[in-house]
Structures are given as C-alpha cells and as structure tokens.
C-alpha cells in the first residue's frame, strides 16, 4: 500500500515553455502534498506545502509565479514549471501524507526535468 | 532551530558486516523521525520512524535504527550489510505545522563485496 505515481518520469523541453508534472496518491486519500526539488548529490529541497482544496504554501524564494501547484483532489497534485529555464533542470520528487494520525510522507519515484 | 545532521557523507561496509549510518537532531518539543532511502535515479522509500514507544525501532529490508533522547540520536543500523544495501540514506525529522520533514544532508552507503 501507500504507493504514489509522478508523470512523467523524465521530460526534455525547449526554453520558454511550460511543463506539468502530475502526482498521484494510488491507494490512499492525501490530505497533504509536498513538491521537493533535488539537486545532483543534495539533499532534498522542499518547495511547497499543499492542502486539498487550498492555496499551496510555498517555500522562502520558491516563486509561486513560476512553480504553479494544484491539489485539486485527494489523490492528485500538480506541480506546473512556467517559461522553464535552463536553471530549472533538476530532479522534481512529490509527496504524499495520508490524514492524521499517519505521520509518513510516501514519496513519488521522481521526475527528472530537463530545460535545454 | 529545528536541524538534522548526517555526519557522514559517505560510509563504506564490506558485505555481511554491521553498519551504522549517523543521525542526530535538534527539536523542540517530541521528534518524529525518519529513515528513507534513495536508489540511483529513484524517488525515496520510507525505511523506518519513531514516534513514540520502543526506543529501537525496526523497518524494512532488515533495517533498524534506536532513538537516545539523551543523546539526540537516531542512528540506522543493520546486523549484516548486503551490495544491494548500497544507496542514499536520508534521515528527517518532523518539523513545522504542516508535517513538513526536515532533512539531513544524506549519506551515501557503499557496500563492497
């Protein structure tokens, strides 16, 4: 159980274009859902915090104008990289928390973005 | 403030040895911590935590770790390390309102047969 998806796996776009990255809890309800970035041979960093049904809360110097999260349901959140840059190449992983009193997060296998 | 420290970057094991990878952190109140372990090119997969209970916690894949509150420790061991054990080992500790994991820098497991 608590199995969450990322699509896609791995994506190559053209500068100035936009990218969705989906983020699905498979069999379990996510009350709450974090979009990290990780850099080669760093730790992760966290980006933004979502609620279903609410505005995401994002991170110190995560431009919400840029990073667009959606949690519109409880087993799906959308992480959406606007006019992508070369800068924005990095490895993007969601997370997914079941409702309290579970105090796991269960990670997605990753999405690795790459802005030529 | 609210940190963990994995003192090690790297820890090198010969296969069917015990290993320790390090864990300590700072936290106000009771920490919920964790263990993930990342494989090349993978998103993480959850190993262990302690909320409350036992001090010595046991998970997946053999893997264990023991909480010291005195010594604001949590360290992953496993009795008898694998090749396959080798990988990126994160340990986290619940911080903030909105159950947000703040995470240690990693620490890279290399076991040589």
């Known amino acids: 159980g608590a199995v969450v998806s990322q699509h896609p796996s791995w994506v190559i776009c053209k500068s100035g274009t936009s990218v969705k990255i989906e983020c699905r809890s498979l069999d379990f309800q996510a009350t709450t859902m974090f979009w990290y970035r990780q850099f080669p041979k760093q730790s992760l960093m966290l980006m933004a915090t979502?609620?279903?049904?609410?505005?995401?809360?994002?991170e110190q110097g995560v431009e919400k104008d840029k990073f667009l999260i959606n949690h519109a349901s409880l087993t799906l959140s959308t992480l959406t990289v606007t006019s992508a840059h070369p800068e924005d190449s990095s490895f993007y992983i969601c997370s997914a928390k079941p409702g309290t009193p579970s105090e796991t997060q269960y990670f997605g296998p990753g999405t690795r973005l790459l802005v030529l | 403030a609210q940190s963990v420290a994995q003192p090690e970057d790297q820890v090198n094991v010969a296969e069917g040895n015990p290993l320790t990878v390090k864990c300590t952190y700072s936290v106000s109140g009771n920490p919920y911590l964790f263990w993930y372990v990342q494989y090349p090119n993978r998103g993480l997969q959850f190993l262990l935590k302690?909320?409350?209970?036992d001090n010595l916690v046991k998970g997946s894949y053999g893997f264990e770790a023991e909480f010291n509150k005195s010594q604001t420790s949590f360290h992953l061991k496993k009795p008898s390390a694998l090749v396959s054990d080798s990988a990126l080992y994160f340990c986290?500790?619940?911080?903030?309102?909105?159950?947000?994991?703040?995470w240690g820098a990693g620490t890279k497991l290399i076991i040589k047969p």
């Open positions: 302690y909320i409350t209970g």
């Open positions: 979502s609620n279903e049904g609410s505005k995401a809360t994002y």
């Open positions: 986290a500790v619940r911080g903030g309102s909105n159950y947000q994991l703040i």
